[in-house]
């Protein structure tokens, strides 16, 4: 800890030093980021950090992306893929079959194969890369029996160059799946990137992506070159020293104001309905959540498990109306608790490793392992069911509020809010976004200072 909060005082000093750099024609610019860490890995499958994952988002590109509508819906959109089609086959599995653009190709102008999914899924699924996001595979065939390289799983290229993908069964949520890392492709000898980026150099405190210039999409302009720094405490105070650092994963005082993201995380609140059996109370245990008057006793001993980084204001008109005990635990005690059922309101963050809104509603399914109301309703399940099965968008969209609605009726869900990532600027820099999954995207960053 004493370390952390050191290197965080550094970057502090290099965030402040920073804002006094000085400027760079658009024609010439190098953005230079602090990262809060070197990057252990630039395999897609492996990376976890929001460092690494930012990295890799520069250099890897999927068959789909993730684009926000105007109504702040999440939409999957063609990246890698030109198009795609889905069949239901008559034992129940489910084909996707994705023609790839004709121009998409890796960094050294190779064309960007089927093969090369194929490739990247099959290392994770067989274990050859011990990705963290491996049981998202297993919606393949095949992918959750899988045993060795002679074990058949629902992967394929065409003859004409298209992969095919066999599902178990209906998963609409498939296309909104394919935006997470660990889908993204990798040649098999490692050297080349699909991306908007390449690595072009690297060293024990420096990582260079500079344009592809074989990227099919909007071109990244040519002269826009990333850098990220990160390393020992020497390297980082020489770096201090010149003044050139634009952005930081790290906290930059309270005088800077950080441009926020989403992280991908839901805060929430759930209720237990074997311990709180009637809808009705529940309701009255949510409306005192949000801050409404205590007007009448519940008269029942409600325990709320939590953690310690949840917030206590939200407790407190529910403690008025309620012999209220709040269990704050560590995270490996607060586990072992929320598995025991050991809570009637439990505090709860989730984290998805891909943004979908089908998949917090899905932990309420009946026998969910994610079911920690201890929910069971028929008619939810079956609308989870219409919504793995329903490929059209705007009509699984309508399905997913249909759903959460059932959830808000019932006194089982209360949503809290969602986390946040920040990253400090220069005043000066303009043209950074983040997407749903949290992952900041500098290909159109713009410093314009004096």
């Given at each position: 800890?004493?370390?952390?909060?050191?290197?965080?005082?550094?970057?502090?000093?290099?965030?402040?030093?920073?804002?006094?750099?000085?400027?760079?024609?658009?024609?010439?610019?190098?953005?230079?980021?602090?990262?809060?860490?070197?990057?252990?890995?630039?395999?897609?499958?492996?990376?976890?950090?929001?460092?690494?994952?930012?990295?890799?988002?520069?250099?890897?590109?999927?068959?789909?992306?993730?684009?926000?509508?105007?109504?702040?819906?999440?939409?999957?959109?063609?990246?890698?893929?030109?198009?795609?089609?889905?069949?239901?086959?008559?034992?129940?599995?489910?084909?996707?079959?994705?023609?790839?653009?004709?121009?998409?190709?890796?960094?050294?102008?190779?064309?960007?194969?089927?093969?090369?999914?194929?490739?990247?899924?099959?290392?994770?699924?067989?274990?050859?890369?011990?990705?963290?996001?491996?049981?998202?595979?297993?919606?393949?065939?095949?992918?959750?029996?899988?045993?060795?390289?002679?074990?058949?799983?629902?992967?394929?290229?065409?003859?004409?160059?298209?992969?095919?993908?066999?599902?178990?069964?209906?998963?609409?949520?498939?296309?909104?799946?394919?935006?997470?890392?660990?889908?993204?492709?990798?040649?098999?000898?490692?050297?080349?990137?699909?991306?908007?980026?390449?690595?072009?150099?690297?060293?024990?405190?420096?990582?260079?992506?500079?344009?592809?210039?074989?990227?099919?999409?909007?071109?990244?302009?040519?002269?826009?070159?990333?850098?990220?720094?990160?390393?020992?405490?020497?390297?980082?105070?020489?770096?201090?020293?010149?003044?050139?650092?634009?952005?930081?994963?790290?906290?930059?005082?309270?005088?800077?104001?950080?441009?926020?993201?989403?992280?991908?995380?839901?805060?929430?609140?759930?209720?237990?309905?074997?311990?709180?059996?009637?809808?009705?109370?529940?309701?009255?245990?949510?409306?005192?959540?949000?801050?409404?008057?205590?007007?009448?006793?519940?008269?029942?001993?409600?325990?709320?498990?939590?953690?310690?980084?949840?917030?206590?204001?939200?407790?407190?008109?529910?403690?008025?109306?309620?012999?209220?005990?709040?269990?704050?635990?560590?995270?490996?005690?607060?586990?072992?608790?929320?598995?025991?059922?050991?809570?009637?309101?439990?505090?709860?963050?989730?984290?998805?490793?891909?943004?979908?809104?089908?998949?917090?509603?899905?932990?309420?399914?009946?026998?969910?392992?994610?079911?920690?109301?201890?929910?069971?309703?028929?008619?939810?399940?079956?609308?989870?069911?219409?919504?793995?099965?329903?490929?059209?968008?705007?009509?699984?969209?309508?399905?997913?509020?249909?759903?959460?609605?059932?959830?808000?009726?019932?006194?089982?869900?209360?949503?809290?809010?969602?986390?946040?990532?920040?990253?400090?600027?220069?005043?000066?820099?303009?043209?950074?976004?983040?997407?749903?999954?949290?992952?900041?995207?500098?290909?159109g960053a713009a410093y314009t200072a004096g």
């Amino acid at each position: 800890m004493k370390r952390r909060i050191r290197y965080m005082a550094l970057v502090l000093v290099l965030c402040m030093l920073a804002l006094t750099g000085c400027a760079q024609p658009r024609d010439t610019m190098t953005l230079r980021v602090c990262l809060d860490a070197a990057p252990a890995t630039l395999d897609p499958a492996m990376a976890s950090s929001d460092a690494e994952r930012t990295v890799v988002a520069h250099l890897f590109e999927n068959l789909m992306k993730l684009s926000r509508g105007e109504d702040g819906s999440i939409q999957p959109v063609y990246a890698a893929a030109k198009s795609y089609t889905v069949e239901d086959n008559l034992d129940g599995t489910e084909t996707y079959t994705f023609t790839l653009r004709q121009d998409a190709c890796w960094s050294d102008g190779t064309p960007v194969k089927a093969e090369d999914f194929i490739t990247a899924w099959t290392r994770v699924i067989s274990g050859a890369a011990e990705s963290p996001y491996r049981y998202l595979f297993d919606v393949i065939l095949g992918a959750g029996d899988y045993e060795n390289e002679e074990s058949k799983l629902g992967l394929a290229a065409t003859e004409d160059g298209k992969l095919q993908v066999t599902l178990e069964g209906d998963y609409a949520g498939f296309p909104h799946m394919l935006a997470a890392p660990a889908f993204w492709p990798v040649r098999e000898d490692g050297s080349a990137y699909n991306g908007r980026y390449a690595v072009s150099g690297s060293d024990e405190s420096t990582l260079t992506l500079t344009p592809n210039t074989h990227y099919h999409g909007a071109k990244t302009p040519a002269a826009l070159t990333l850098k990220y720094y990160y390393g020992d405490m020497a390297a980082l105070e020489a770096l201090a020293a010149d003044g050139t650092l634009q952005a930081t994963f790290g906290y930059a005082g309270e005088d800077i104001t950080p441009v926020m993201g989403d992280n991908g995380v839901t805060v929430c609140y759930v209720l237990n309905t074997e311990r709180l059996p009637d809808a009705a109370q529940r309701q009255q245990v949510i409306k005192l959540l949000v801050g409404a008057e205590a007007e009448v006793s519940l008269e029942q001993a409600v325990t709320l498990l939590t953690t310690a980084d949840a917030p206590a204001d939200a407790y407190a008109e529910l403690a008025k109306a309620a012999d209220l005990t709040v269990n704050v635990l560590g995270y490996e005690e607060y586990k072992a608790a929320r598995a025991a059922g050991e809570y009637d309101v439990l505090y709860l963050a989730v984290s998805t490793d891909y943004p979908d809104a089908a998949v917090l509603p899905g932990w309420f399914v009946s026998g969910s392992a994610g079911n920690y109301a201890k929910y069971n309703n028929e008619e939810f399940d079956e609308m989870l069911s219409k919504i793995n099965a329903e490929t059209d968008e705007a009509a699984r969209a309508d399905l997913i509020k249909g759903a959460e609605k059932v959830l808000e009726d019932d006194g089982v869900l209360l949503r809290a809010g969602s986390g946040q990532t920040a990253l400090y600027c220069h005043a000066a820099l303009t043209g950074i976004t983040c997407d749903a999954a949290g992952l900041w995207d500098f290909g159109g960053a713009a410093y314009t200072a004096g």
